[in-house]
């Protein structure tokens, strides 16, 4: 056979390494496509003369593009036959990416866990972005439910991995250049609020919403060069439960992290993902609201010109979020989509 069917569960193994195809070089074109997709509006990422005054070399690529160009290499040996990608963690951020820049993903598999119906499994990988030299620019976890070919094949290789439920403060930023805060312009940034001005327990409505469109999210995961079948094949997807195409995960990730910009316009750069999940799915037509929680302000050690802010960002599709939709009792308020925990950096 010379056609890819991608792995199906049984046919991974505990330890093993996967080299993923086709490096990535991503370009200013990569930058003008995402923004428009997206709309994100923080300046480090907009402007060469900003960053540059910042004390960036210019402008770095979004972190988010950066994860989804990392992940969608993974996507051919993981997540082909994935029913739903369920969750993240251990994820950091671990230097700037810049246009020009060449990236290529390994992953290795670190626990699989047999489904109790024994038609599927959840396949835990932890997968490494690198550039083209083989320095790391992006590590992170996630799991991923994977069909089984056969039902009745047995599996003897299973493993829950212990993650770390957040990345620890130290962690985060030690790659950054030194960063000065005297020439972060925050009329240009769009917002006046600095790392000082947020406090734990916080919680902003980011107000506006974005309507998902099926172009875009096709143009979305293509760009990206994502290949799981529940994104594309319409066809296919008419015998499933929903009847239709899936949104990928990442896109409302996207959407979200783009609409924080209100409230959250000084939070330059993301440093770490703590947690993730996607509650429910996303469907063309929908729209997107988010709010996010301050869960914890953090200082850096041996950084005086930024600090962290531990964000849990909720996304909601067909509800705006003036009331924090959240849990509804001890289950999840049926309009959220999105649950995402993670660090992101802020000028002092």
């Known amino acids: 056979m010379k056609t890819n069917p991608g792995r199906f569960f049984e046919d991974f193994r505990l330890g093993e390494t996967i080299r993923h195809a086709t490096p990535r070089t991503v370009t200013t074109g990569d930058v003008a496509l995402y923004t428009a997709l997206y709309g994100p509006r923080f300046a480090v990422q907009s ?21 989804h160009i990392v992940f969608g290499k993974t996507v051919p040996d993981i997540s082909l036959n994935a029913v739903a990608n369920l969750g993240y963690a251990e994820g950091r951020f671990l230097r700037p990416v810049y246009p020009g820049e060449t990236l290529n993903s390994v992953s290795e ?50 493993a829950v991995p212990t993650l770390a439920k957040a990345v620890a403060p130290e962690d985060l930023a030690a790659a950054l250049p030194p960063l000065n805060p005297h020439g972060y312009d925050l009329g240009l940034a769009g917002s006046p609020h600095r790392f000082g001005d947020y406090q734990a327990g916080e919680r902003i409505d980011h107000v506006d919403g974005m309507t998902v469109e099926e172009a875009e999210h096709q143009i979305a995961t293509r760009l990206f060069q994502n ?20 949104i990928y995960g990442g896109h409302v990730i996207s959407l979200a992290r783009a609409l924080s910009f209100n409230g959250l316009g000084n939070a330059f750069s993301i440093a770490g993902i703590n947690a993730g999940r996607h509650v429910a799915p996303l469907f063309a037509g929908d729209t997107v609201y988010a709010w996010s929680e301050v869960v914890a302000v953090a200082e850096l ?47 002092r």
């Not at 290949?227 to 899936?246: E, I």
């Open 47 to 67: 402007s060469d003369a900003f960053a540059a005054a910042f004390g960036y070399a210019r402008a770095p690529l979004d972190d988010l593009l950066v994860f």
């Open 109 to 158: 598999v670190i626990g699989l866990k047999e489904s109790s119906n024994r038609q599927t499994g959840v396949v835990y990988v932890r997968s490494t972005g690198y550039d083209a030299q083989g320095g790391a620019v992006l590590s992170y976890c996630r799991w991923v439910l994977v069909r089984k070919r056969d039902p009745e094949a047995a599996i003897t290789d299973e």
């Open 227 to 246: 290949t799981a079948k529940v994104h594309f094949d319409g066809f296919a997807a008419k015998d499933t439960r929903f009847g239709k195409r899936l």
């Open 301 to 347: 050690p041996g950084r005086q010109d930024v600090g962290a802010l531990r964000l849990r960002t909720i996304a909601t599709k067909n509800q705006p979020c003036t009331a924090h939709p959240d849990k509804a009792g001890d289950a999840t308020d049926p309009a959220v989509i999105l649950d995402l925990d993670y660090w992101a950096l802020m000028p």
